[in-house]
């Protein structure tokens, strides 16, 4: 998922973050950008859970959101590990 993509659906990519991890407010999530490294980093600091936990939940909210012959998620997912 690209950059555009990310932008055009961070509404909704944004409230299933929420639903999945309540305690993160919009004001942080703004803050990131969309940007699934700092989301998954905002998850490990509020959560203090491994990265591994929530990565796999993350991965897939982003996914669910984008073109399916777009592996631009699974390009940024591998480089969090």
Known sequence: MNKDQVSGKWLEIKGDIQKAWG???????????????????????????AKDDSEKKLS?????????????????KNSLK
């Open 60 to 76: 897939d909210i982003f996914n669910r959101f984008g073109d399916k012959k777009d592996h631009t998620v699974d390009k940024v």
């Open 23 to 49: 305690n993160l407010t919009d004001d942080e999530l703004e803050k990131t950008k969309g940007d699934m490294k700092s989301i998954q980093g905002l998850i490990q600091q509020k959560y203090g859970k």
